[in-house]
């Protein structure tokens, strides 16, 4: 059974730093890209970050780029979040997905149930 | 950067047809993804690659996509079906994936 489990989330004060983690089990790690998407309190969906299966390739939205970055460790079968220079906007639930294929360009087929990310004062 | 423009809100009622659209430039030449998302739940994917429906989706799912226009079409509706409805695509010109602000499907 495929499972994705955020952790890391909670409240952090703007400019501040967080680390996002996602533990994933259940599928080869290496095989597949892993991404996160986010969504801010009653809107819609924001994809945010991609890495390939091998890690060679990674991808940001524009709204993230050069303040997040995205990592893995195979050994822990995990993905990273690592996110800087906070912003009230970045609040939102944070989530991890699987995406079906090696690298990004198609769709994500198992998500995680999110962990929640406050950026406040 | 590219753009999916959804209605905000559909309304159906039970066992009616409801059709949800997903604009874009040439949306027709991209590979659209549709994910359902329910209150307080993580989203799912109903349809990928434009019409193909994942194990576990009823049939009553169905996609379409030609040219500036991707379209979810949903089948004698149920009150289950109430939910968020959101397309995505890869825009392969700026290596970006994009999801289209969301459609609420509201089942009278």
């Known amino acids: 059974e495929v499972q994705l489990l955020e952790s890391g989330g909670g409240l952090v004060q703007p400019g501040g730093s967080l680390r996002l983690s996602c533990a994933a089990s259940g599928f080869t790690f290496t095989n597949y890209a892993k991404t996160w998407v986010r969504q801010a309190p009653g809107k819609g969906l924001e994809w945010v970050s991609t890495?390939?299966?091998?890690?060679?390739?990674?991808y940001y939205a524009d709204s993230v780029l050069g303040r997040f970055t995205i990592s893995r460790d195979n050994s822990k079968n995990t993905v990273y979040l690592q996110m800087n220079s906070l912003r009230a906007e970045d609040t939102a639930v944070y989530y991890c997905?699987?995406?079906?294929?090696?690298?990004?360009?198609?769709?994500?087929?198992?998500w995680g149930q999110g962990t929640q990310v406050t950026v406040s004062s | 950067s590219y753009v999916l423009t959804q209605p905000p809100s559909v309304s159906v009622a039970p066992g009616r047809t409801a059709r949800i659209t997903c604009g874009g430039n040439?949306?027709?030449?991209?590979?659209v993804h549709w994910y359902q998302q329910k209150p307080g739940q993580a989203p799912v994917v109903v349809i990928y690659y434009n019409s193909d429906r994942p194990s576990g989706i009823p049939e009553r799912f169905s996609g379409s996509n030609s040219g500036s226009t991707a379209t979810l079409t949903i089948s004698r509706v149920e009150a289950g079906d109430e939910a968020d409805y959101f397309c995505?695509?890869?825009?392969?010109?700026?290596?970006?994936?994009?999801f289209g602000g969301g459609t609420k499907l509201t089942v009278l």
């Open positions: 890495i390939s299966g091998s890690g060679g390739s990674t």
């Open positions: 995505q695509v890869w825009d392969s010109s700026s290596y970006l994936r994009v």
């Open positions: 997905a699987k995406d079906v294929g090696e690298d990004s360009g198609s769709y994500l087929d198992y």
């Open positions: 040439n949306i027709g030449s991209k590979s």
